[in-house]
């Protein structure tokens, strides 16, 4: 059974640092590119980043670019996003999300969500 | 940058209803489209990909049409089960949600 499992959310001050984690299973990770997408209360889903299988390709949504970092270590089966200089509007749910390629830069959609963290930036 | 525009933000409906949601790309996307349902608290599911291929294990009441910048999904006889909100995701570049379309009991 494919599973993906987020965890280091919390409630953080504006300005601050926070990683966040995603442990899976059931599948192999080094066989699919892979995303993180958010979505603030009461608000849609937005893409946040992705990486391709491989690290080799990396992509930001512009209002996350030069603040978050997304890396992954295939050999633990894990993804993770470095949060740094985070603002309220960062507030959201993340969630950690399989796409269907080994590569974001060919046609993928996602397929396997994780349940998320939530992050909460607040003085 | 590569927008979606979903319309509507919500409608009413009543079961056994059909229900069309669109979605609009501000340039051709080809096919590479997917919808997913979402409801609270819970994550998004994958419902339909490439347009218009049903995810396995989705009801055939969903459909998924369109190409290039116009796109529809279509429930064909609401259940209650539906009452949820629904996304489009566009997947030719990077990736790109449509802003949502919420779908409640009329």
């Known amino acids: 059974e494919v599973q993906l499992m987020e965890s280091g959310g919390g409630l953080v001050q504006p300005g601050r640092s926070l990683r966040l984690s995603c442990v899976v299973s059931?599948?192999?990770?080094?066989?699919?590119?892979m995303h993180w997408v958010r979505q603030a209360p009461g608000k849609g889903l937005e893409w946040v980043s992705g990486?391709?299988?491989?690290?080799?390709?990396?992509a930001y949504a512009d209002s996350v670019k030069g603040r978050f970092t997304i890396s992954r270590d295939n050999a633990e089966n894990s993804l993770y996003l470095q949060m740094d200089s985070l603002g309220v509007e960062d507030t959201a749910f993340y969630y950690c999300?399989?796409?269907?390629?080994?590569?974001?830069?060919?046609?993928?959609?996602?397929?396997?969500w994780g349940q998320g963290t939530r992050v909460t930036v607040s003085s | 940058d590569l927008q979606m525009t979903q319309s509507p933000a919500a409608l009413y409906a009543s079961v056994g209803d059909r229900v069309t949601i669109t979605c609009r790309a501000s340039?051709?996307?080809?096919?590479?489209l997917a919808w997913y349902q979402q409801k609270p608290g819970k994550a998004p599911k994958l419902l339909i990909y490439?347009?218009?291929s049903l995810e396995n294990g989705v009801s055939s009441r969903f459909s998924g049409s369109g190409s290039g910048t116009e796109f529809t999904l279509t429930i064909s006889s609401l259940q209650a089960d539906d009452f949820a909100t629904y996304y489009c995701?566009?997947?030719?570049?990077?990736?790109?949600f449509g802003q949502g379309t919420k779908v409640e009991i009329k």
């Open positions: 340039q051709s996307i080809g096919t590479w």
């Open positions: 059931g599948f192999s990770l080094d066989d699919y590119a």
């Open positions: 995701l566009q997947y030719n570049t990077f990736r790109t």
């Open positions: 999300v399989r796409d269907t390629k080994t590569r974001i830069v060919v046609a993928g959609y996602l397929d396997f």
């Open positions: 490439k347009a218009s």
């Open positions: 990486i391709s299988w491989n690290s080799a390709n990396i």
